[in-house]
Nanobody, 124 residues
């Protein structure tokens, strides 16, 4: 089982940037697909971004394309999510997810391990 710990959330104004990090332990990081999901109050958890285990392929949810960037550092067992030009509708708890598969996963069901989440709040 992989243990995931997110960090980097916070309260920012619209237009600002944040960088979320997720560090994994207990598995072979370079053999994990990684993903970020988010859940706003009263809403279902949705896909934000995903990256293949070597980082060669990425995918983004429509609402974040062009503003968010996912990356990974396999030497540090860490996946990042750069959030730029934040909007109030980006307010949510952001979750890191992992599973021992090669290719990008777009759905919750494709991930086996989850972090505890980090809160991102964007004020207008």
């Amino acid at each position: 089982q992989v243990h995931l710990v997110e960090s980097g959330g916070g309260l920012v104004q619209a237009g600002a940037s944040l960088r979320l990090s997720c560090t994994a332990s207990g598995g072979t990081f370079s053999r994990l697909r990684m993903g970020w999901f988010r859940q706003a109050p009263g809403k279902e958890r949705t896909f934000v971004a995903g990256i293949s285990w070597l980082g060669g392929t990425t995918s983004y949810g429509d609402s974040v394309k062009g503003r968010f960037t996912i990356g990974r550092d396999n030497a540090k067992s860490t996946v990042y999510l750069q959030l730029n030009n934040l909007k109030p509708e980006d307010t949510a708890v952001y979750y890191c997810a992992a599973s021992p598969e090669r290719y990008v996963g777009l759905h919750e069901s494709e991930y086996t391990d989850w972090g505890q989440g980090t809160q991102v709040t964007v004020s207008s």
